[in-house]
């Protein structure tokens, strides 16, 4: 979680990277509920095969993944 301090340069950095990759992620699942075609997606996007929606504390997917980094 990131939490946000004014007064902290830090944690403003950190809630600056957060809220960037958070608006990709938003751009993105835009991109996929209006059609796009996987091209669109950005070349060398992972696939996610076999997938199903599993509960955590979040709901969340599972499945095999190909093409997606390691690390």
């Known amino acids: 979680m990131v939490t946000f301090n004014p ?3 830090d944690q403003d950095a950190a809630f600056d990277r957060e809220l960037a990759r958070l608006c990709a992620l938003v751009t993105d699942m835009e991109k996929i509920r209006s059609g796009a075609p996987p091209d669109l ?3 060398g996007a992972p696939i996610l095969d076999r997938w199903v929606m599993i509960h955590r504390p979040a709901l969340c997917l599972a499945g095999l993944s190909t093409g997606a980094p390691r690390g």
């Open 41 to 43: 997606l950005g070349e």
């Open 7 to 9: 007064y902290n340069a």
